[in-house]
């Protein structure tokens, strides 16, 4: 209803906008806009730019406490007990739509890379379960023809939803400060 009507939208489950590309073509018929936040991701404005050129690469690997990843539908499938790790696992390695399918409550920002960058196709993904950490880590890899740069960031875990990092609300509220104030900062 919201895009039919021509508003914003800003979905803040930004992987299954890579299983409803029609949004994008609805928004773009009738005049709505669809706002993908930050979240935790820093330095989207740079692969933005970069895909005006051409990227050649880019590759997220994400790491997070055992916690911050149960119940995830990739983890139950496959078996995968993430209980007693004492050690660091690599759970998933493939694309960014296929850890969006996989763990929808904890790559929202591989779908906002894939969206900013070459495609959730090309876009590649690992995720790690990391007894060793308390904080959800990410690093970007980017190789484009104007720049190559590296990422990095370890977010807070929400106390609330430990799948996902306080930074991604306080991404939310900003995104929707931009929408109204009179200076708005990066692209």
Known sequence: PTLRAGRIFMPLSVGQLLEHGDLVALAKQSGGRILVPTGALLGLDAVRAAAEGTIHKVTMTTRKPPAGLEGAPYLIANKIDLKGLTAPLRV????????????PANVNV??????AGIG????RLEIWADPGIERN????EVEADCARFTLEIAGVPSTENPRTGKITA???IAALRGLVSPLRVGT
């Open 92 to 103: 998933f390695a493939g694309t960014a739509r296929e850890g969006a399918r996989g763990f």
């Open 120 to 123: 959730p196709d090309l876009t």
């Open 110 to 115: 591989a779908a906002a890379l894939s969206l």
């Open 137 to 140: 880590m990410h690093r970007i």
């Open 170 to 172: 306080l991404s939310t």
